[in-house]
């Protein structure tokens, strides 16, 4: 939700937005206007209808730690999640993206925009340089922004597992970083259950880290207490479990587990080493 | 894969699924992917267990009934290519001929029975009506449609999403 509000009502960050896609878009066009089989797939049993949208609610209850000094864990009750592709366009909830290529086993994508997920730990900030042991002059620690980031994303799709991997860089000048990470699910499929395992690393540059999690000198007094992040490689382990009755109602659970890359761990404003979520509810598909 | 369908007024659709290689679509859960694979995979597509067109003359009834009664058709699929079982059933011995609408000749016809079969190769991507007439006098007794249906929806595969916020 609240990156929901970051999105609808940050006016700068709609300008940096409008032109990161619009840059975006027209490299894209160029990639496009030459003539490559791009979208002629050969979907079985993952197929998604072209130019249509797809709505479903989420409605229950779940949370996210939140390993950053002094901030809430994130209470998940409403989780919607929507889509829309086109033949090579699609808007999959918050990543837009188009397809490049897809064909047998190979899916190559550009990422338009995603959102950089790390500032939802950073959602009521009101830290100070003395909450992390400073003394003297107080000062408000820097405001974590949202980022925007684009880039290209590779999917190695077997019938038994899909290999994903995403170089992503900062067009929204939030911290002008970059993120690359890789993931594989193993996903099955048993008496109208589904699920999912995944487990991944996600590597984020020293720019990204420092954004969120270092510590600048002008502000603390104590100069000792300045952290300068470099960058971290995290890992994490997720499960996902779906059902269906009907047409329009469902069930699903999410949970997942992840260790943080020391350089985020090392930080003073971090007080823990992962980040645990879990979260049931019950769907309803529009 | 069967399931009711709006196609069949009294009877089930029975979808032809190809092997389902997956079926985890990202957004839209696991019976879209089914009812998704399922319209691709239409080419030949519908039974209907008692479909019936019943008919009154001579204050008896006959059943006319015919499977498969639905065929979809997608962009992968323009011709329904399958095999057309048509069946009557009467309580009294009739004379009775089988006609596809708009064709002089019969398709079949019988003497003094209470039933009949008619088995015909279907090779269309338009709907057809067949009718039961009374050989003597051409009356109309009883008529069944095999409907063809276009699909033009267009399919693509989902994208992978494996950092997806949920």
């Not at chain 1, 995603?114 to 003394?135: H, K, R, V």
């Not at chain 1, 207490?225 to 109602?249: C, D, G, M």
Request: overall charge neutral; aromatic content about 12%; charged content about 20%.
């Amino acid at each position: 939700m609240q990156l929901l509000k970051h999105v609808i009502f940050d006016g700068n960050w709609r300008h940096r937005l409008g032109f990161a896609l619009a840059a975006t878009i027209a490299t894209i066009a160029l990639c496009a206007a030459r003539p490559t089989a791009a979208a002629e797939t050969t979907c079985k049993g993952d197929c998604v209808a072209v130019g249509e949208w797809d709505f479903s609610l989420s409605v229950g209850a779940g949370t996210r730690t939140n390993p950053v000094m002094q901030q809430d864990d994130i209470s998940f009750l409403l989780v919607p999640k929507f889509s829309y592709y086109g033949k090579r366009f699609f808007i999959d909830t918050y990543d837009v993206g188009y397809t490049l290529f897809d064909r047998d086993y190979h899916q190559f994508n550009a990422i338009l925009i995603t959102p950089g997920f790390e500032q939802t730990f950073f959602s009521d900030w009101a830290l100070t340089n003395q909450d992390i042991g400073d003394t003297g002059e107080a000062h408000k620690l820097h405001n974590r922004r949202l980022a925007g980031l684009s880039g290209f994303e590779y999917s190695f799709i077997h019938p038994y597992f899909d290999w994903q991997t995403q170089v992503l860089q900062d067009v929204s000048g939030a911290h002008d970083g970059q993120k690359v990470r890789t993931a594989l699910t193993v996903p099955w499929f048993k008496n109208n259950h589904a699920w999912q395992l995944s487990a991944g690393v996600t590597w984020q540059s020293d720019k990204l880290v420092d954004y969120y999690y270092g510590v600048r000198s002008n502000e603390v007094n104590n100069q000792d207490l300045v952290y300068q992040a470099p960058a971290a490689t995290s890992t994490y382990l997720k499960a996902e479990w779906e059902t269906r009755f009907n047409k329009h109602w469902g069930l699903r659970a999410v949970t997942s587990y992840k260790k943080l890359g020391s350089g985020v761990i090392d930080s003073p404003i971090v007080v823990d080493d992962h980040v645990f979520t879990i979260y049931a509810a019950g769907v309803y598909h529009f | 894969m069967t399931m009711c369908s709006p196609f069949t007024r009294r009877g089930c659709t029975i979808f032809k699924l190809t092997a389902l290689h997956r079926l985890w679509p990202n957004a839209a859960g696991p019976y879209a992917g089914a009812r998704v694979v399922g319209a691709l995979a239409l080419s030949t597509c519908a039974l209907t267990l008692a479909n019936t067109a019943l008919a009154a003359s001579q204050s008896n009834v006959i059943e006319l009934t015919i499977k498969p009664k639905v065929c979809v058709l997608n962009n992968d699929n323009e011709t329904c290519l399958d095999e057309l079982n048509i069946n009557w059933r009467s309580d009294n011995t009739r004379s009775l001929c089988l006609y596809q609408k708009r064709q002089p000749t019969p398709l079949a016809c019988w003497e003094n029975t209470n039933k009949g079969s008619h088995t015909m190769a279907l090779n269309t991507n338009t709907s057809l009506n067949f009718l039961l007439r009374e050989s003597q006098h051409d009356e109309l007794l009883a008529s069944e449609t095999f409907e063809v249906i276009h699909d033009h929806k267009q399919y693509r595969r989902a994208r992978r999403n494996a950092w997806a916020f949920f």
